[in-house]
T-cell receptor
Framework: DTAVSQTPKYLVTQMGNDKSIKCEQN?????MYWYKQDSKKFLKIMFS???????INETVPNRFSPKSPDKAHLNLHINSLELGDSAVYFC????????????FGSGTQLSVL | TQLLEQSPQFLSIQEGENLTVYCNSS?????LQWYRQEPGEGPVLLVT?????EVKKLKRLTFQFGDARKDSSLHITAAQPGDTGLYLC?????????FGKGTSLLVTP
């Protein structure tokens, strides 16, 4: 069983569309995250979600909204996609807090045309 | 956000060579983590260093945490093609684990 799984693996879409990326972890972890990795491989935190508390990186546009139906799932919804949103998005989880080992999904490569 | 600077950015070496990559910051960290990322996959944790001056070994990989807990290094002995990947250091700042920009390592046979 994959510990952190995200779907889809690849997502190609047009500017202006709305899309979602799903993430599930079967590790029983309390905290989940979304990271964005740009073309230069820089991995940047977008959101942290712990026990229904959402912490948002203030540089993330409000077109991005994480949604957590339960502790094992943290989905990412993106409205009005822009060219600059093209990147690889990674979901991750940790037992309790960020100082512990992070388990990453295999990423979703988003291409906005 | 506490910045982590990694060097070199790119490294291409022959199998059997030794190498060292560096992770530096002007800030003190309670711990630093090292991850390796292979193409098409997410980063995978290699090691966490916690104590200033600490040295940890993982087979041919040696990790060191600076005495002042502001920097760390990763030394690979006798590199192999399987060591190819992106090496990322990371430290906690605020609520999240923040990453350096990584060192992309290519080991050719």
């Amino acid at each position: 069983d994959t510990a952190v799984s995200q779907t889809p693996k690849y997502l190609v879409t047009q500017m202006g569309n709305d899309k979602s990326i799903k993430c599930e972890q079967n590790l029983g972890h309390d905290t989940m995250y979304w990271y964005k990795q740009d073309s230069k491989k820089f991995l940047k935190i977008m959101f942290s979600y712990n026990n229904k508390e959402l912490i948002i990186n203030e540089t993330v546009p409000n077109r991005f909204s994480p949604k957590s139906p339960d502790k094992a799932h943290l989905n990412l919804h993106i409205n009005s996609l822009e060219l600059g949103d093209s990147a690889v998005y990674f979901c991750a989880s940790s037992q309790r807090w960020a100082g512990e080992k992070l388990f990453f999904g295999s990423g979703t490569q988003l291409s906005v045309l | 956000t506490q910045l982590l600077e990694q060097s070199p950015q790119f490294l291409s070496i022959q199998e059997g060579e030794n190498l060292t990559v560096y992770c530096n910051s002007s800030s003190v960290f309670s711990s630093l983590q090292w991850y390796r990322q292979e193409p098409g996959e997410g980063p995978v944790l290699l090691v966490t260093v916690v104590t200033g001056g600490e040295v940890k070994k993982l087979k041919r990989l040696t990790f060191q945490f600076g005495d002042a807990r502001k920097d760390s290094s990763l030394h690979i002995t006798a590199a192999q093609p399987g060591d190819t990947g992106l090496y990322l250091c990371a430290g906690v700042s605020g609520y999240a684990l923040n990453f350096g920009k990584g060192t992309s390592l290519l080991v050719t046979p």
